[in-house]
């Protein structure tokens, strides 16, 4: 299928169309200074594929949020979510193939870089059978790709850089077009923007964003002056989804406007004739009778005055199958909606969790850690574990939840679980990983793995006395 996104018009006045297959599998960097009509370029190619193609915008300024009056879009409000939770968003966007704004106005910078990366990590790492295409689209990407490392956490920055990574080296054999958009090319990870193989280069003025972006068109270092001539909403244009060779592009009219308000000249307010340092005096306290200050309260009275506030009530306290049983509830909750994400921001979650079920005191982290290992391997309870977890305890924190798997495999001497599902409780969705990790398993004696001629793998647990049956067939990888 076919299709071509009007972008405007050339300098002769004909029609300039973008190739919207060929952009799903080459990818587009915009780059222009403030004022140069880059969200405006965004719009009319979000308004011109809408309806077509899932769109998926990374919105760090709330500009986007109106597609959704005209165009359908959900908008995601990332203030109002955890980071768990604006993963588990992102995976059923991809699911259902939703269009959306993730808006993360109102977000201190640091926030915005760890909850894009959330929302961009699961994306990434959404099962197979949901890799459709999609346009994803990130503004400001100098923010959550930055060149150098600034005054942002340090893991934040890390997270971020890796998720735009993924998104544009890799994410085209999961369905993902990376659509990126900057102020300046010299603060962009250089590693993300060499991927894009169109390019859309608006007005700058700094020399070095200049001749970053003449060497991206293939022009020659004097016309990269030409860049600087450009008028607000004009584009040079290059690429395969595009034009072979750089073209004048002159951005078209759009239906939604953005909230933010665009800056134009007023007159200044008539004073008519009053003297306006008189109205911008501050009006005087009206005047109140002043009375005679009581004398000090000697201390045995003061002593008596304070009042003590009456303890807060205990919570009403749950027998222990209670207590288990939203224990359950809460972990099932979270290995259910587990695509990676790292343990102590789980732990945030969970601990609220606990609070609004009346649990106390909350399981502490190293206790959580086994629980949640105990939950990804769908292990009921922990009657007859203890040895399982004992063995398990010379491995890795993260290998305990495959490593259950595989136990609860060889206990039940069910089939031994798959690459993929073993991926899954990993939290990876790298099936080398997996490979490695099995590797490392079976070199500290743990497990001992055995693959017939036919690939079917089984798993035994020598100290236990545990063994699987073979991996059914066509699950091994």
Known sequence: MSFSVDLGADERGGSIGLDLAELLATRLLVQGNSGSGKSHLLRRLLEGSAGIV????????????????????????????????????????????????????????DD????????????????????FPALVVVDEAQLFAPAAAGEVADDARKTSLSAMTNLMCRGRKRGLAGV???????????????????????????????????????????QAEAIRDLERGQFLGLGPAIARRPVLVRVGAVKTGANNAMPVLLPLPGADGLNMAELLKPEPAPLRDIAPAPPPPRPAELIRAIEIPP????????DDGEREAR??????????GFSGQPVPALYQEFTVGCRMAGIAPVPGLSEFRRLLALALAGIEGEDGWEEALALGAALPEEML??????????????????????????????????KRMLGHMEERGVIVLR????????VALPHLGWSSAATETGRAA
């Open 54 to 109: 899932q769109q998926i915008v990374i919105d760090p300024e709330g500009d986007f949020v109106t597609l959704a009056d005209s165009f359908g879009h959900t908008v995601i409000d990332a203030a109002s979510y955890s980071l768990g939770e604006v993963a588990t968003i992102a995976a059923r966007i991809r699911a259902h193939r939703a269009s959306a704004v993730l808006s993360l106005e109102g977000l201190e910078i």
């Open 112 to 131: 915005q870089m760890r909850c894009a990366a959330a929302f961009l990590g699961a994306l990434f790492d959404a099962p197979r059978e949901h890799w």
């Open 180 to 222: 990126i958009a900057t102020q300046r090319l010299a603060k962009l990870a250089k590693n993300v923007a060499a991927e894009a193989s169109n390019f859309l280069m608006g007005r700058t003025f700094l020399d070095i964003d200049m001749l970053r972006a003449a060497d991206l068109l293939g022009m020659e270092r004097r």
């Open 311 to 318: 303890p807060v009530p205990d919570l009403p306290m749950l």
């Open 327 to 336: 224990l359950a509830s809460i972990l099932a909750n979270l290995a259910a």
């Open 401 to 434: 939840a495959p490593f259950l798997a595989l136990a609860r495999a060889a206990r039940d001497a069910a089939p031994c679980p798959a690459d993929a599902e073993l991926a899954r409780v990993y939290g990876t969705a790298s099936l080398g990983r997996v």
């Open 451 to 458: 693959t017939d001629l036919a690939g079917a793998r089984s």
